[in-house]
């Protein structure tokens, strides 16, 4: 009997610990950022948001074509704004602040290269 009760007390004492801890993890905050990314067509669209499609702690992110808008909603104890910018130029785009290295926009299918003043296509 004095074993079901020792049993009991720690399954109450873990219980409780449990449920202090639960809501700790639900307390994670997001942010959103939206900033300017460069680009042309939908190609542009894909190569943009790739890297954040499975990323932990992006709960998403999206760049609109026509407003050169990117949106993205993410755990800034994860990831910041200005690497989500790093990331982004990684991948051949200029931001409003940081800009993609010449050899990585080189990369660039040729209907992507924004620099070059084509004009917004449909791929």
């Known amino acids: 009997m004095r074993t079901l009760g020792v049993l009991l007390a720690l399954m109450l004492v873990g219980s409780g610990v449990w449920a202090q801890q639960a809501p700790a993890a639900k307390e994670r905050s997001t942010v959103t950022a939206t900033f300017t990314v460069y680009g042309n067509c939908n190609k542009c669209k894909k190569n943009i948001e790739r890297p954040f499609k499975d990323m932990s702690g992006v709960e998403s992110a999206t760049w609109d074509k026509k407003t050169k808008q990117f949106t993205i909603t ?10 989500i910018k790093e990331i982004i130029a990684e991948q051949g785009y200029d931001t409003d602040d940081v800009k993609a290295s010449d050899e990585a926009y080189n990369k660039l299918p040729k209907c992507c290269r924004y620099r070059d003043g084509n004009p917004h296509n449909n791929h």
Request: aromatic letters at 10%; glycine letters at 0%; charged letters at 40%.
């Open 74 to 83: 993410y755990d800034p104890a994860l990831l910041t704004e200005r690497r």
